[in-house]
């Protein structure tokens, strides 16, 4: 399935992606993504499934790094800074860009890992401080009973 991508030209971009390519593998995800969002804007992709909205998005906070057989290639830019540059360290990237997806897309850690992540950006905590607020988290979530006896399994 080929999938047609229109380049918006728009000054001074917050986002830009300019002949974006993404492969796994020998699979081609998408090709030739350019596009440009404006700051303080809501974005919405819209399209059927696999035709690779959640890849690009991906790219935009470089969440395909963590896939051993993903590659991208062209020019992804925030701030007309290239986020792909070694320079940029993505944790902090993933901080500033942040994804709420229909599925739920744990890191490749336990859970406990993947609730802690985000708070370990925000605050210097304690074991047993940290350990409360995990807690508290997953029980805002509604997700404590189901997990509590887990939280050392993978996500």
Not at 24 to 42: C, E, H, N
Not at 43 to 71: E, H, Q, W, Y
Not at 99 to 117: C, D, L, S, W
Request: charged fraction near 25%; glycine fraction near 8%; include cysteine.
């Amino acid at each position: 399935m080929s999938t047609v991508y229109h380049d918006i030209q728009i000054e001074n971009a917050k986002v830009e992606l300019d002949n974006v390519g993404v492969t796994y593998g020998s699979k081609t995800a998408v090709s030739g993504v350019s596009l440009r969002i404006p700051d303080r804007s809501v974005t919405a992709f819209i399209g059927p499934s696999g035709c690779g909205k959640s890849t690009v998005l991906r790219t935009i906070n470089r969440m395909n790094d963590t896939i051993d057989i993903a590659r991208v290639s062209g020019s992804v830019k925030i701030d007309g800074e290239e986020i792909n540059s070694k320079s940029v360290d993505p944790v902090v990237l993933r901080a500033q860009v942040g994804m709420v997806f229909q599925k739920p897309n744990p890191f490749p850690m336990t859970i406990y890992e993947n609730v802690a992540y985000g708070i370990r950006h925000h605050e210097r905590l304690g074991k047993a401080d940290m350990d409360a607020r995990v807690e508290q988290a997953l029980r805002q979530a509604a997700l404590w009973e189901e997990v509590k006896d887990r939280l050392h399994t993978s996500a």
